[in-house]
């Protein structure tokens, strides 16, 4: 990891991902890594609303981001599939 950024699961985050199938929690580790690494590389944006939050999408898939800057951490909150995210 460059740049001294990670990232963290919260416990909510952790169940999501372990009810998913191997394969897609193989491109969310993918993902998640390249974030942290080159965030270019990835499809972020942020929440409109939001404060510090934002949303990593992979696939069908859409991730709730919280940024810790000070910590230089991305809080990993919610998993969702996108025909539950955007109700």
Do not use: N
């Not at 950024?5 to 999501?16: L, M, T």
């Not at 929440?47 to 000070?70: K, S």
Request: proline share 3%.
């Amino acid at each position: 990891m460059s740049a001294g950024w990670r990232y963290e699961f919260s416990p909510h985050a952790v169940r999501d991902r372990d009810g998913l199938p191997r394969e897609v929690q193989e491109r969310i580790d993918e993902a998640l890594d390249r974030l942290v690494t080159d965030i270019r590389t990835c499809d972020v944006r942020k929440l409109q609303g939001q404060t510090g939050a934002y949303r990593l999408r992979v696939g069908t898939y859409r991730i709730l981001i919280a940024v810790d800057p000070a910590a230089r951490t991305y809080l990993i909150a919610k998993i969702y599939h996108r025909r539950d995210a955007y109700r």
